[in-house]
């Protein structure tokens, strides 16, 4: 059974950092392209960060670009979120997500697999 766990949200001060971590079981993160996507209150999900398989390739979402740093560990399983200066705006439920496709994806309906999500409260 694939699980995705992510974990690492919580409260913070704008201005301050959090790292999610999202855990996989029951796949090999290795075959799989990974995405952070995020979803507010009242709102659509939305693409936040995505890597490529091997790690070379990155994609961000201009609203957090410069800020939110996208990493995996192939050996590890897992795959992380560092979000630096964060902003009231940026508080969202963040989902971790993997899919088969070859290339990396801003586009949800392209992942295949989905955690539960963490939530993420930035305070002004």
């Known amino acids: 059974q694939v699980q995705l766990v992510e974990s690492g949200g919580g409260l913070v001060q704008a201005g301050g950092s959090l790292r999610l971590t999202c855990a996989a079981s029951?796949?090999?993160?290795?075959?799989?392209?990974m995405g952070w996507f995020r979803q507010a209150q009242g709102k659509e999900r939305e693409f936040v960060a995505t890597v490529s398989r091997r790690g070379i390739n990155t994609d961000y979402a201009d609203s957090v670009k410069g800020r939110f740093t996208i990493s995996r560990d192939n050996a590890k399983n897992t795959v992380a979120l560092q979000m630096n200066s964060l902003k009231p705006e940026d508080t969202a439920v963040y989902y971790c997500?993997?899919?088969?496709?070859?290339?990396?994806?801003?586009?949800?309906?392209?992942?295949?697999?989905w955690g539960q999500g963490t939530q993420v409260t930035v305070s002004s």
């Open positions: 029951g796949l090999t993160i290795s075959s799989y392209v």
């Open positions: 997500a993997a899919g088969k496709m070859v290339a990396s994806s801003i586009h949800a309906g392209e992942y295949d697999y």
